[in-house]
T-cell receptor, first 115, second 115 residues
């Protein structure tokens, strides 16, 4: 079946503009995660959705970052008034459920460059 | 909260030599443990996972990892390195929380294979 997909694959934007990144999880996966990966660094947790529960937003770095998910489908990560330090690869992952021995399946990422 | 420590941000081995990538976790309760690999310009791919069955877990591409509760470790090994193993490797933990969980990733180890 189809894996996790993300769009766009690359995004170049000017400082101060808003951007929207999209993630399509694997069908039937109730858990969805967003991570940020700066060049040469590890994964930084941003936000996680589990079914219809309130999302865990504890990793969002500032109020310029927000994310939505409709039911158990597509999610969008929005960054308002982008800054150069927002440049990174944004990875989305989905999991069957958030608890237990269920691995995350990652999308290919969106490379965001803020000029 | 969990934490994951990967000792050695960069590891270099000769082709054909043993690969050993170290991962230690902090938990009083055995968690679920995962190793992911990230090839250049790609998303993360699951190598193997520990789910409290066998302590020695075999994964793809000849990798294996051994869960050692007494050492709170889950080191990744491969008997003979291949050039294609050059990549970034991430250890991850998910705990057994009742209200959902987030994965905790290590900072990654970059593996270089020298011909």
């Amino acid at each position: 079946g189809a894996g996790v997909s993300q769009s766009p694959s690359n995004k170049v934007t000017e400082k101060g503009k808003d951007v929207e990144l999209r993630c399509d999880p694997i069908s039937g996966h109730t858990a969805l995660y967003w991570y940020r990966q700066r060049l040469g660094q590890g994964l930084e947790f941003l936000i996680y959705f589990q079914g219809n529960s309130a999302p865990d937003k504890s990793g969002l770095p500032s109020d310029r970052f927000s994310a939505e998910r409709t039911g158990e489908s597509v999610s969008t990560l929005t960054i308002q008034r982008t800054q150069q330090e927002d440049s990174a690869v944004y990875l989305c992952a989905s999991s069957l459920v958030s608890q237990g021995p269920y691995e995350q399946y990652f999308g290919p990422g969106t490379r965001l460059t803020v000029t | 909260a969990q934490s994951v420590t990967q000792l050695g941000s960069h590891v270099s081995v000769s082709e054909g030599a043993l690969v050993l990538l170290r991962c230690n976790y902090s938990s009083s309760v055995p968690p679920y443990l995962f190793w992911y690999v990230q090839y250049p310009n790609q998303g993360l791919q699951l190598l193997l996972k520990y789910t409290s069955a066998a302590t020695l877990v075999k994964g793809i591409n000849g990798f294996e990892a051994e869960f050692k509760k007494s050492e709170t470790s889950f080191h990744l090994t491969k008997p003979s390195a291949h050039m294609s193993d050059a990549a970034e490797y991430f250890c991850a933990v998910s705990d057994l929380g009742d209200t959902g969980n987030q994965f905790y990733f290590g900072t990654g180890t970059s593996l270089t294979v020298i011909p």
